[in-house]
Nanobody, 119 residues
């Protein structure tokens, strides 16, 4: 079973950048689709970005497309979310998640990391 630990969150001014990292444990990491979700106060958790097992395919929410980039390093068991041109509405707890496939969906979650964007 893969376990996920996020890092890299913090406070940044609007227009700034942050890079989130997600460290995975477990031997099967390279077989999992990976993604990032976020949850703002009083709102439901929402999809941000996803990346395929090989890293060759990515998908983004329309609200972050062109500003955020998801990537992975299977050798290091890491997933990253580069966030540029941050806006106050990007403020949320960001969660790393894994999809083991076989109909499991996004079934493995990290504890989350807070991102706060000041105006």
């Amino acid at each position: 079973q893969v376990q996920l630990v996020e890092s890299g969150g913090g406070l940044v001014q609007a227009g700034g950048s942050l890079r989130l990292s997600c460290a995975a444990s477990g031997r099967t990491f390279s077989y999992y689709g990976m993604g990032w979700f976020r949850q703002a106060p009083g709102k439901e958790r929402e999809f941000v970005a996803a990346i395929s097992i090989s890293g060759g395919n990515t998908n983004y929410a329309s609200s972050v497309k062109g500003r955020f980039t998801i990537s992975r390093d299977n050798a290091k068991k890491m997933v990253y979310l580069q966030m540029n041109t941050l806006k106050p509405e990007d403020t949320a707890v960001y969660y790393c998640t894994a999809n083991p496939g076989g109909g499991s969906g996004w079934s493995i979650w990290g504890q989350g990391t807070q991102v706060t964007v000041s105006s």
